[in-house]
T-cell receptor, first 111, second 114 residues
Framework: AQSVAQPEDQVNVAEGNPLTVKCTYS??????LFWYVQYPNRGLQFLLKYITGDNLVKGSYGFEAEFNKSQTSFHLKKPSALVSDSALYFCAVIPADKLIFGTGTRLQVFP | EAQVTQNPRYLITVTGKKLTVTCSQN?????MSWYRQDPGLGLRQIYYSMNVEVTDKGDVPEGYKVSRKEKRNFPLILESPSPNQTSLYFC?????????????FGPGTRLTVL
């Protein structure tokens, strides 16, 4: 079955430290991968996506993600976390004609 | 400002009382979709529409109806709501021209069915 997994319900990191939010996928064919962020009481906002080409994708707010085909992963990263990055992050994949979302990872950045 | 709007933002109702959640986008997008968000389950697609008068079921369509009479509007209808439909609902839209399009989400509607 086509799926995407976010193995961590919550990630805690101190402000200024690097952060990683993990995502793995299982799809047949070429995956199209997305990261969305949800701030409190807001809808989801697009961060970045991988379609093809360079495995390192840069997105909004200083985030980037690395596509690793051999490990079927698409981890979200940021070199230096901000308190304002605290939010719920969703990884998603398009195997056919619709987005399949992971269960989400809550990122908490402490001052 | 390009946006997806939903109304109401919050709604508390009782079992069996029909309700409609409206969704409107001002980006001339062809593709629109409804999701529900539940803890531990992420977002699951309810219905989607590729264009006017074209709708199709998503992963969890039971208990819901939609219509797409105009390009900009995509209302979600609960004919007889039940407590298991208590959830956070999101409408989304995209150009729909390719599978890789970015979706734009509304602010969400928190529904409680008593």
């Amino acid at each position: 079955a086509q799926s995407v997994a976010q193995p961590e319900d919550q990630v805690n990191v101190a402000e200024g430290n690097p952060l990683t939010v993990k995502c793995t996928y299982s799809v047949s064919g070429n995956p199209y991968l997305f990261w969305y962020v949800q701030y409190p009481n807001r809808g989801l906002q697009f961060l970045l996506k991988y379609i093809t080409g360079d495995n390192l994708v840069k997105g909004s707010y200083g985030f980037e993600a690395e596509f690793n085909k051999s490990q079927t992963s698409f981890h979200l990263k940021k070199p230096s976390a901000l308190v304002s990055d605290s939010a719920l992050y969703f990884c998603a994949v398009i195997p056919a004609d619709k987005l399949i979302f992971g269960t989400g990872t809550r990122l908490q950045v402490f001052p | 400002e390009a946006q997806v709007t939903q109304n109401p933002r919050y709604l508390i109702t009782v079992t069996g009382k029909k309700l409609t959640v409206t969704c409107s986008q001002n980006m001339n997008h062809e593709y629109m979709s409804w999701y529900r968000q539940d803890p531990g389950l992420g977002l699951r697609q309810i219905y989607y529409s590729m264009n006017v008068e074209v709708t199709d079921k998503g992963d969890v369509p039971e208990g819901y109806k939609v219509s797409r009479k105009e390009k900009r509007n995509f209302p979600l209808i609960l004919e007889s709501p039940s407590p298991n439909q208590t959830s956070l609902y999101f409408c989304a839209s995209s150009t729909g021209q390719t599978r890789t399009d970015t979706q734009y989400f509304g602010p969400g509607t928190r529904l409680t069915v008593l």
